[in-house]
């Protein structure tokens, strides 16, 4: 073999994509203390969920995160995909008692699993995006104007905000351009794994249209949300002596005033799974 030749990408496969999600999801539930998300000691800003429902949730869905990226593998349509996706929020009800924990991680990282499957072996985070708007950008921008039954959805369409299946169908805007380069910018730095993945989660609060922050708080809600987060990076973030406070006192002013930004987690949840493949 020719030694100059490029080094062949190393194969994917969908129980490699499957296990990175749902090691991803628990990265998620793990980092703390997090402004009004469920932690492993904290329910947040949340009556109906603690971690004991998140970790029944992601045991739930180790199956369906494989078995979308097998259904990406062999080129299904979007029609398949989604059907994998009900079929899995269905699991996650069972799971949860009926409390939604998840749907928007299902969503989101369903559709990158299906993308890595496609393509099959580990390649650049803008390729697999490429992958993803190639496959089903047409189908993700027409399911994108279906009106939404959901919290979430109906508080996007209320606020003219950018839904999750809108941002999907742009191929995830604010996880390729913001949260992973956080993420991936932070640990070059010589972050710690929670430093960089605190510092990911608020760069995506200020950014994204979380429709969970607007279902709860209305658009005051999320402006707060997202101005607070860009506070917080802008007084130097989680490696900054203050960081570690500033966070703390955070998470109780969103318990205080009920925002629980649930778009914002599973973002960080999607870059810590490109992290991991890419
Ligand atoms: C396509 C769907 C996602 C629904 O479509 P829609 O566009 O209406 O989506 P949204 O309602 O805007 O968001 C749905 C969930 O996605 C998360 N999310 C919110 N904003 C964004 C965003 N800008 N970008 C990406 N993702 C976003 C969020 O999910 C998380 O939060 C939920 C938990 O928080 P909580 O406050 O508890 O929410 P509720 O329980 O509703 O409120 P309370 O009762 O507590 O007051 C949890 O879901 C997290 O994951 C949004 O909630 C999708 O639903 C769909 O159609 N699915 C079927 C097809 C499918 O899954 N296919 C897979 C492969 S194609
Ligand atoms: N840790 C968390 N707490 C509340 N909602 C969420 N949605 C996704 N992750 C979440």
Redesign the pocket.
């Known amino acids: 073999m020719n030694p100059r030749a490029a080094p062949v990408p190393e194969t994917l496969s969908a129980q490699e994509i499957g296990r990175a999600a749902v090691l991803s999801l628990y990265d998620e539930l793990a980092l703390s203390p997090k402004p009004g998300l469920v932690t492993l000691t904290c329910r947040g800003s949340?009556d109906?969920m603690d971690a004991k429902t998140f970790l029944r949730s992601i045991l739930a869905l180790r199956g369906y995160f494989v078995r979308?990226a097998e259904l990406g593998a062999v080129g299904a349509p979007?029609e398949a995909?989604?059907r994998?996706?009900?079929d899995?929020?269905a699991r996650m009800l069972r799971a949860t008692g009926g409390v939604?924990?998840?749907?928007?991680?299902?969503?989101?990282l369903?559709?990158l699993c299906?993308s890595a499957g496609a393509v099959g072996r580990r390649v650049a985070p803008e390729a697999l995006r490429a992958t993803l708007r190639m496959r089903w950008g047409e189908a993700l921008s027409k399911?994108?104007e279906r009106p939404?039954s959901?919290?979430?959805?109906i508080a996007?369409r209320r606020y003219q905000l950018?839904?999750?299946?809108?941002?999907a169908a742009l191929g995830f805007p604010?996880l390729f351009e913001t949260a992973a380069p956080v993420l991936r910018h932070g640990l070059v730095l010589g972050l710690s794994r929670t430093q960089a993945q605190l510092d990911t989660l608020f760069a995506t609060m200020a950014v994204?249209?979380?429709?969970?922050l607007a279902?709860?708080g209305g658009l005051p809600g999320l402006r707060h949300a997202q101005q607070a987060a860009r506070a917080f990076i802008a007084a130097g973030g989680a490696g900054h002596p203050d960081g570690p406070a500033a966070a703390e006192a955070m998470a109780q002013d969103f318990i205080r005033r009920r925002l629980?930004p649930?778009?914002s987690?599973?973002?960080l949840a999607a870059a810590c799974w490109l992290q991991r493949l890419c």
């Open positions: 949340h109906d979308i979007f995909l989604e994998c996706g009900i899995a929020e939604n924990t998840h749907r928007g991680a299902i969503f989101m369903g559709l299906a399911r994108a939404s959901l919290p979430g959805g996007a950018r839904s999750a299946s809108a941002e604010t994204l249209d979380d429709s969970n279902h709860r629980s649930g778009g987690a599973d973002t």
